[in-house]
């Protein structure tokens, strides 16, 4: 289902949450990020092939998620599996700990 998706799809959940689907060994847990931005990055270098474009979403600072593959659920898109990098914190200029964790993914 990942490859089909667009940069219009996520466009369409602009500033709605996702939860974050957590596996611990003591519970299942789960946390909430909000997609904040969507961008382009460049054209197909295929004919017919999907844009390139990323996503950043933001997220509580309580828990910075290691880069890794997440299983994430929006009420529009419903369960999608999606790599994640942490990127840095949101900008602030008195350089709040509280600061927001964002994360970026890519699609190629």
Do not use: W
């Amino acid at each position: 289902m990942l490859a089909k998706l667009t940069q219009h799809d996520f466009d369409q959940c602009l500033n709605q949450p996702f939860k974050v689907h957590l596996d611990s060994e003591q519970q299942n847990t789960e946390i909430d990020l909000e997609l904040i931005d969507v961008q382009f990055l460049r054209e197909s270098v295929n004919e017919g092939g999907r844009d390139q474009f990323a996503l950043l979403f933001k997220g509580s600072c309580e828990i910075m998620l290691p880069q890794h593959t997440y299983q994430l659920e929006n009420n529009k898109m419903g369960k999608l599996d999606i790599f994640l990098v942490p990127i840095g914190r949101e900008d602030n200029q008195n350089n709040d700990p509280t600061r927001a964790v964002i994360y970026e993914s890519v699609f190629t």
